[in-house]
């Protein structure tokens, strides 16, 4: 028996990840990032192949991922979650900086950063696992980070078909 729904018990937080190749500035809202390794501190970010996002890690070579806090509201996931960097600036509403990689990203509902170079990418059908090793990271406020378990049951959000985790109905 294969029960979908069972991976629902995971936890998963929300988070952005983030690049800029020097042509195009991209980021957008996961689900799926992890500390894979301490010593040298690496991790692992899950973006679908088909995000605009995805391309621009490939080419910058780098990425930052931010930790998305509690104070995140729809407007600001659906900013991040449900449009295109490809005709969009997701960072002119939020404010954007620049993290130690050159990576774009919003400081505003955000607990905590990480800036990576990037150094494999693995391909797992319709993502690409990015690992990188952490250049810097830093906590940045003390709210809570958001799971994707609030998502779905406070804020009432979506799974995006988009998302590592989407599973069709």
Do not use: W
């Not at 905590?112 to 906590?139: M, N, R, W």
């Amino acid at each position: 028996m294969l029960d979908p729904t069972a991976l629902f018990k995971m936890t998963y937080g929300l988070y952005v990840v983030s690049a800029d190749d020097g042509t195009t500035r991209a980021g957008c809202l996961i689900n799926t990032a992890t500390q894979v390794t301490s010593s040298p501190m690496q991790i692992m970010v899950a973006v679908n192949k088909d995000n605009v996002t995805a391309g621009v890690i490939e080419r910058a070579g780098a990425f930052t991922v931010t930790v998305v806090d509690l104070t995140a509201d729809m407007p600001y996931l659906g900013n991040f979650g449900f449009r295109t960097s490809a005709n969009f600036d997701k960072f002119e509403k939020y404010g954007c900086e620049v993290s130690e990689v050159g990576s774009p990203y919003s400081p505003e509902h955000i607990c905590a950063l990480a800036a990576c170079k990037l150094v494999k990418t693995v391909d797992v059908g319709t993502h690409y696992l990015f690992i990188g090793e952490a250049v810097s990271a830093e906590k940045v406020g003390d709210g809570e980070p958001m799971t994707y378990s609030y998502y779905h049951s406070t804020l009432k959000g979506k799974t995006p078909p988009k998302a590592s985790s989407y599973v069709a109905e």
